[in-house]
């Protein structure tokens, strides 16, 4: 796959360091944010601003969407000025916001009346990985559009694996976000044991991380959480949207998730306590 033209909508903490991978690897990127001068950044590495989403994607034939929540991505996709009113036969959108896997289903059966192609392609590795160019990408759809995109996806992520049908993906990543929040309390309990009985944190981590309590939010956000810094590479507020989405697909299929559970009911607790813009790693405080 040559150089692309391509439209990115949600240029946020993730999403910015996506655009510039992009830029780097010389597409042209012609983007929406809410706030222009948020993304100024983007625009002197060569972005393209456009006051809507319907006029960014009318510039791209590649789409993607990383915004907030499912309410979010129901209107870049379907409100005025939005991306399917730009709508062209062979243009592909996909959404890398972790969203419902019903409105995936929604947005591929609607790209596919319009001649479209979609993906639904959820991240994990936070803005770290976001950073690193080294995402790990689990993606929903048609397996030759899955192929087709490929190449694109290899300029910000390293594990990109095809999950199946519209909606797979989403579903996926409901399993990488019950696994972390119910890692997450591990970390923080692991952390606050060791703090409590007086040890160096830091030794304790360089112990514990290579054997078999080993993870990616023990070696990435145990430092923060020894710091106590709470600065978002994903924000509470987002990780609770994961955590109901979840627990709502978990009811359809009858399925008790009793650690999803609880790790929610920490973090609702964090919420109400105004850290809803926190770093997830902010559960630290709640073992003070």
């Known amino acids: 796959m040559g150089k692309k ?121 936070g803005d770290i990985g976001a950073q690193n160019g080294s995402l790990s990408l689990m993606v929903g759809g048609r397996r030759e559009i899955f192929d087709q995109m490929i190449p694109i996806f290899e300029v910000f992520g390293k594990n990109i694996v095809y999950q199946g049908n519209a909606g797979a993906g989403q579903h996926t990543k409901m399993c990488n976000q019950i696994a972390i929040a119910t890692n997450m309390i591990g970390v923080a309990e692991a952390l606050a044991y060791g703090k409590k009985a007086g040890l160096d944190l830091e030794q304790v981590l360089k112990s514990i991380e290579a054997g078999a309590a080993g993870s990616w939010s023990l070696s990435n956000l145990g430092p923060r959480m020894m710091k106590e810094d709470v600065a978002p590479g994903f924000y509470i507020k987002h990780f609770l949207k994961d955590m109901r989405i979840a627990l709502e697909e978990a009811a359809i299929m009858k399925l008790q998730l009793p650690g999803l559970t609880l790790a929610k009911k920490i973090y609702d607790e964090l919420s109400a306590e105004g850290m809803d813009d926190f770093g997830t790693q902010a559960i630290m405080t709640y073992y003070k």
Not at 17 to 33: E, M, P, W
Not at 77 to 92: L, V
Not at 96 to 119: C, D, G, N, R, Y
């Open 5 to 125: 033209t391509i439209a990115f909508i949600g240029t946020g903490v993730m999403g910015a360091s996506i655009v510039k991978h992009l830029l780097r690897a010389g597409h042209s990127v012609h983007i929406f944010t809410r706030t222009a001068e948020k993304a100024q950044p983007l625009v002197e590495l060569g972005a393209i601003w456009h006051d809507s989403p319907k006029s960014a994607a009318q510039q791209g034939a590649i789409i993607f969407t990383m915004v907030g929540y499912p309410s979010d991505v129901e209107e870049v996709y379907f409100g005025n000025d939005g991306i399917f009113e730009a709508a062209q036969a062979g243009k592909i959108v996909i959404d890398m916001t972790t969203s419902q896997p019903v409105l995936a289903k929604k947005i591929a059966q609607f790209a596919q009346t319009k001649e479209m192609a979609s993906l639904d392609a959820p991240v994990s590795g």
